[in-house]
């Protein structure tokens, strides 16, 4: 697949676009290689944030950036603009780069970013192999994957803000420590976790290519999370699961027309086309999410005045 061939589909009027997980795989695959190239770039300047909250990126009116990185006595940031497909790298020094987003493959991305930052004067002793993914090509070694419809990818990012739109309206009715509505690369997923305030039990680990003190620093906390990937349903799925997991968590009956309990991947999943198709998706989206959660801090023994009544909200944020 490459070029810009209309595999996007329709829009619906509320904005919620259908995309077929197996109409992109291609191109998403790419896609994700080039995402672990900026995220690592972020990651190898930021200092470390509690459960990796420095490495992801987040959805913008243009795409998906990483916001401002340091470096040196200034900053920098890169964005993956797909309204105007190129990879946009910016300086405090007041000069940029971009790089077009084009079928090209993962090697070559990866050598145009490169060289964009060096002409910038910014050095990015990444580690060059992606994570979470098996096989793991090293990115200077990745001729395979180069494929890049325009289409499906603004198609994606359009999936993506209305995830982020509604996960954001859920975020804010938690008084607790919750993270950013952010996006992980090594999963490709948009995600949104709660905590309870306890520790949890260490990670086991076990993810492709990922050192398990990577996952115990993500989970050294109980928590309840959420999101969006672009799997789990013929155009992708909401998540939501608990760790650890309670007992009596995956019975909890959650109320919601498509959402089920995957044993496969131990999370709630809400199909995202059965969002879409929905009379009012925003309502049917915050349920599962309410839902979810209520299940975990129910099951879990939370502190119930940790969420705030939604209605308040409603009363003073207009």
């Known amino acids: 697949m490459s070029g810009t061939a209309n595999t996007a589909g329709a829009t619906t009027e509320d904005g919620w676009p259908a995309l077929r997980v197996d109409a992109w795989e291609d191109t998403r695959t790419t896609l994700h290689m080039w995402l672990q190239v900026v995220g690592k770039i972020r990651m190898v300047h930021a200092p470390l944030v509690n459960h990796w909250w420095q490495v992801p990126l987040y959805v913008t009116p243009r795409g998906l950036g990483t916001s401002s990185i340091p470096y040196r006595n200034g900053m920098f940031d890169l964005e993956f603009d797909v309204v105007a497909h190129r990879l946009l790298i910016r300086s405090s020094s007041g000069e940029d780069r971009a790089v077009p987003l084009e079928p090209q493959s993962v090697a070559r991305f990866h050598d145009r970013t490169m060289v964009a930052l060096a002409e910038l004067g910014i050095e990015a002793p990444i580690r060059p192999v992606p994570t979470e993914v098996e096989p793991a090509a090293p990115f200077a070694e990745d001729h395979a994957n180069a494929s890049y419809d325009a289409g499906a990818v603004a198609a994606y990012w359009r999936q993506l803000i209305q995830a982020e739109r509604v996960i954001t309206r859920f975020r804010s009715e938690f008084l607790g420590k919750v993270s950013p509505v952010h996006f992980f690369w090594g999963a490709m997923d948009l995600a949104c976790t709660r905590f309870s305030g306890r520790p949890a039990p260490t990670h086991p680990g076990g993810a492709p290519n990922c050192a398990d003190w990577v996952m115990e620093e993500g989970y050294s906390h109980e928590l309840s999370s959420c999101g969006f990937w672009a799997g789990g349903g ?73 969420v705030i009544d939604p209605h308040r909200l409603d009363r003073h944020g207009r």
Do not use: H, N
């Not at 992708?236 to 019975?251: L, M, Q």
């Not at 989206?285 to 005045?305: H, K």
């Open 234 to 306: 013929e155009e992708g799925a909401f998540y939501s699961y608990a760790y650890p997991e309670p007992d009596g968590y995956r019975e909890t009956v959650i109320g919601v027309d498509g959402a089920f309990y995957s044993d496969d991947f131990r999370q709630f999943l809400l199909p995202y086309e059965a969002v879409r198709t929905a009379a009012d998706p925003d309502a049917v989206l915050l349920e599962f999410l309410r839902a979810t959660y209520r299940a975990a801090a129910v099951a879990g023994g939370w502190d119930e005045g940790l």
